[in-house]
């Protein structure tokens, strides 16, 4: 594991304790950067912090399980994908 994805693993973890986030939820960092991604390219740049705050808090509501962040990970890249400006 590189210097940058053992420090990006141990930041999450940290933070999933801070919060007191459940241990047995993936978090699958690659489709989250690649959401962000889509939606600073599809929408603007400042929307990608927003975006994949919207992708956890609807999969919160929706119960917070893998597939309900899958779903909504999903429903978002494909929103910000369609904009007529997207690239």
């Known amino acids: 594991m590189s210097d940058e994805a053992d420090r990006m693993q141990r930041w999450i973890e940290a933070a999933r304790a801070e919060l007191e986030l459940p ?3 993936t978090i699958d960092v690659a489709a989250l950067l690649d959401l962000a991604r889509i939606s600073a390219h599809g929408v603007v740049r400042p929307a990608a912090p927003l975006t ?3 992708a956890g808090y609807a ?3 929706a119960g917070g ?3 309900d962040i899958a ?3 999903d429903r978002l890249a494909a929103l ?3 904009l007529p400006d997207a690239d």
Do not use: E, P, Y
């Open 71 to 73: 779903r909504a990970v």
């Open 80 to 82: 910000a994908a369609a």
């Open 23 to 25: 241990t047995d939820v």
């Open 59 to 61: 999969a919160g509501l």
């Open 52 to 54: 994949t705050f919207l």
């Open 65 to 67: 399980s893998d597939a």
